[in-house]
C-alpha cells in the first residue's frame, strides 16, 4: 500500500515525508531530537514521488527554523562521497532548496554552507541558482574562478561551459562573471561561451530536424516509427500527430485508419492520437482495440488517445467502459469525472471506491476521480476522500482531496482545514486560509504568520489578508 521508503501515516517521520500540516504541529509537540532527526531524514532522503512538482523545501525550511535546527546533517548529506558517484540531481536537490529558503530568512550559515557547495558540489549548479537570488555581487563574483576553472580548456570543455552558461536557470552569476575585471580569464571565458551559446541556438533553427512542410502521411510515420530506433529511445508519436494535422486532408483518412489498425508501433500509436483528436467516427473502436494489444507502446496510447477526446461519442463509450479494469476503464472513470453529468455521480463513486480499494491511496486515476467528486459535490463520498487525504504520499493528491472535501463534507472548515494551514503546498494553504474556521486559536496566529511571511506566495497572503479585512466573513 505505501511505497518502502514511505513511513505510515499516523506516524511523525510519515506525516513530515508526506508535507501534511499535522507534521509540523506534531513535531513542534514531540520532543526536539526526535523531531529533528525525522526532518534530518526526510531532506536527506526525498520522499516525493515526482520532486519536480511537489513542494518540500520552504515547508522543511520552516520546521528547522520552528525548531531551531543544525544544518550538520544536510551538510553531511551533501558532501558524502556519493555526491561525485551519483550526478543525478535529485540526491541533493531538496537539500540545497531548503539551504536557499533559510538563506532568505536571514540563515548565514545555510548561505555559507551553499557558497562551499557550489564551488565544490557535484549539483554545483542548483546551489549557484539558490545563491543567484540570495547573496550578493561580490559573494557571487569569488566564485566565479572556481566555478569556471570546472571546464577544462580544450575544445570538449569550452562546449560544456557554452551548453551550461546557455540552459542556466538563473543568468545573474554569469553575467557577474562576464564583466569582473578582477579575473579577466576568467570573464573572457564566460563572454566567449555567452556567444557561442548564442551561436549554437541559431545554427538550430536553421538545421531543424524532423518533419518539414511538404511531407506526405507515409513519411511522417515513418519518422515516427524511426525514433524507436534511436538510443535513447525517442517517443515521437505525439509530435507526429502534431505533424498529421499539418498534412493529412480527407482524402488521406484510410491511409490513417489502416496504420492505427495494422501498422508499427510508434505509427499506429501517432495515428490513433490524430483520429482521437479529429473525433472520427472510428477512432473509439480502433482504441479499444488497441488497448489490448500486448505492445505496452500501443496500449498506452490508446488509452492517452481516448483520454484527449472532447465529442459525446466518447463520453457513451466512457459509461460502458468505466466497469472495465484496465487502464481504458480508468481513463473511462475519469473523463466521467471531469466531464460526466449529474447522473454519472453513481459510476464516480463506485470508481473512486474500487481504485482506492484494489489500487490504494496513490493509483494515477485518483487525481480525476477526487477532483470529480468535488466536481459533482457527491457528499457520501466524503469518508473516501478523507482516506485518500490521510493516506496518499502525494502532496498534490491530498490538496485534490482537499478541495474536494471543502465542497462536500460540512465539516471541512473545523477539521483538515486547520491543519492545511501549514500544508507543504501552496495551493492547499491558500484554501485553507479561505475556509478554516476562526474558532481555533491557532488559525488566527497561523493566518497572520503566512500574510506577513515575504517567503510565502502571494495568493496565500492575500487569502490569509481577506480574513482580516472589513469585509471578511466569519466561518
Same mark, same amino acid.
Given at each position: ?45 526525498? &520522499? ?9 523545501? @520552504? ?71 539558490? @545563491?543567484?537570488?540570495?547573496? +550578493?555581487?561580490?559573494? !557571487? ?38 564583466? +569582473? ?56 508519436? &505525439? ?14 483518412? !484510410? ?8 501498422? &508499427? ?54 459509461? @460502458? ?75 498534490? @493528491? ?11 463534507? &460540512? ?9 492545511? !494551514? ?27 504568520? !503566512?500574510?506577513? +511571511? ?22
Amino acid at each position: 500500500m505505501f511505497d518502502p521508503d514511505i513511513a505510515p501515516s499516523g506516524t511523525l517521520l510519515g506525516l513530515l515525508q508526506r508535507g501534511r500540516g499535522d507534521g509540523t504541529l506534531h513535531a513542534l509537540a514531540a520532543p526536539r531530537a526526535e523531531a529533528l532527526a525525522a526532518l534530518d531524514q526526510c531532506v536527506r532522503r526525498d &520522499p516525493r514521488h515526482d520532486w519536480q512538482v511537489e513542494n518540500r523545501s @520552504l515547508y522543511y525550511a520552516r520546521l528547522y527554523l520552528d525548531l531551531d535546527g543544525g544544518l550538520e546533517e544536510i551538510e553531511e548529506h551533501l558532501f558524502h562521497p556519493d555526491d561525485l558517484l551519483d550526478p543525478d540531481e535529485g540526491r541533493t536537490g531538496l537539500a540545497l532548496a531548503v539551504l536557499g529558503h533559510l538563506a532568505s530568512y536571514g540563515r548565514e550559515d545555510a548561505l555559507r554552507l551553499l557558497r562551499r557547495y557550489a564551488a565544490a558540489g557535484g549539483n554545483w549548479s542548483w546551489a549557484l541558482d539558490e @545563491l543567484a537570488l540570495r547573496d +550578493d555581487d561580490a559573494s !557571487l563574483a569569488a566564485l566565479g574562478e572556481r566555478i569556471v576553472a570546472r571546464f577544462p580548456r580544450t575544445p570538449e570543455g569550452e562546449a560544456q561551459l557554452a551548453a551550461a552558461v546557455r540552459d542556466a536557470f538563473e543568468p545573474r552569476p554569469w553575467r557577474i562573471w562576464a564583466d +569582473d575585471r578582477n579575473a579577466p580569464a576568467t570573464a573572457a571565458r564566460v563572454r566567449e561561451a555567452r556567444e557561442q551559446g548564442a551561436f549554437d541556438r541559431w545554427q538550430r533553427q536553421l538545421r531543424p530536424t524532423g518533419p518539414r512542410p511538404g511531407w506526405s502521411v507515409r513519411e511522417v510515420l515513418d519518422w515516427a516509427q524511426a525514433g524507436l530506433a534511436l538510443h535513447p529511445v525517442q517517443l515521437r508519436h &505525439p509530435a507526429g500527430a502534431r505533424c498529421l494535422n499539418a498534412v493529412a486532408g480527407p482524402e488521406d483518412r !484510410l491511409e490513417i485508419i489502416e496504420a492505427a489498425a495494422f501498422g &508499427p508501433e510508434a505509427a499506429r500509436a501517432t495515428a490513433l492520437r490524430y483520429l482521437a483528436e479529429h473525433d472520427d467516427p472510428q477512432a473509439l473502436d480502433l482504441i479499444e482495440s488497441a488497448a489490448a494489444d500486448p505492445s505496452v507502446l500501443v496500449a498506452e496510447s490508446a488509452v492517452t488517445a481516448f483520454e484527449r477526446m472532447r465529442g459525446p461519442a466518447a463520453l457513451d463509450r466512457a459509461r @460502458l467502459w468505466v466497469h472495465r479494469t484496465d487502464g481504458l476503464g480508468g481513463a473511462a472513470a475519469g473523463m466521467l469525472a471531469c466531464r460526466g453529468a449529474e447522473y454519472d455521480a453513481a459510476l464516480v463513486l463506485a470508481a473512486l471506491r474500487r481504485t482506492v480499494r484494489t489500487e490504494g491511496p496513490d493509483a494515477p486515476v485518483l487525481w480525476d476521480l477526487v477532483d470529480g467528486t468535488g466536481r459533482l459535490a457527491i457528499r457520501c463520498a466524503a469518508p473516501v476522500l478523507r482516506h485518500v487525504y490521510r493516506e496518499t504520499s502525494s502532496s498534490h @493528491l491530498r490538496g485534490r482531496a482537499a478541495r474536494a472535501l471543502a465542497a462536500t463534507d &460540512p465539516s471541512f472548515a473545523a477539521g483538515f482545514a486547520v491543519e492545511c !494551514l501549514w500544508d507543504c503546498e501552496e495551493t492547499t494553504r491558500e484554501l485553507a486560509a479561505r475556509h478554516a474556521t476562526t474558532a481555533d486559536a491557532r488559525v488566527v496566529e497561523q493566518l497572520r504568520r !503566512l500574510a506577513a +511571511d515575504p517567503a510565502e506566495e502571494a495568493e496565500v497572503q492575500t487569502a490569509a489578508c481577506d480574513r482580516f479585512g472589513p469585509d471578511a466573513s466569519a466561518v
